[in-house]
Nanobody, 114 residues
Framework: EVQLVESGGGMVQPGGSLRLSCTAS????????MNWVRQAPGKGPEWVSS????????YYGDSVKGRFTISRDNAKNTLYLQMNTLKPEDTALYYC???????WGQGTQVTVSS
């Protein structure tokens, strides 16, 4: 059974940082591209970032480029999202998802507010 469990969300002030983690099980994590996707209240899902299977190639949405960094530790079956210089508009439920968006975790809430 594929499982993706996100953690690391919370409330932070504008300009702050958080690091999200996604622990994977039930599939060969090291062979799968992975994504972070977020959904703000009242809005549709927004793709945030992707990593290829070995972490050597990464992509970012324009809204987070230069502030967020995706990485992975294949030995730990874990995907990360380092989020710096957070803005109120980054407030959302953040999900990790497999490469084709076939499987999603339950999400972790990030709230950026003063």
């Amino acid at each position: 059974e594929v499982q993706l469990v996100e953690s690391g969300g919370g409330m932070v002030q504008p300009g702050g940082s958080l690091r999200l983690s996604c622990t994977a099980s039930g599939f060969n994590f090291r062979s799968i591209d992975m994504n972070w996707v977020r959904q703000a209240p009242g809005k549709g899902p927004e793709w945030v970032s992707s990593s290829n299977d070995d972490g050597g190639t990464t992509y970012y949405g324009d809204s987070v480029k230069g502030r967020f960094t995706i990485s992975r530790d294949n030995a730990k079956n874990t995907l990360y999202l380092q989020m710096n210089t957070l803005k109120p508009e980054d407030t959302a439920l953040y999900y990790c998802a497999t490469g084709a968006l076939s499987f999603w975790g339950q999400g972790t809430q990030v709230t950026v507010s003063s």
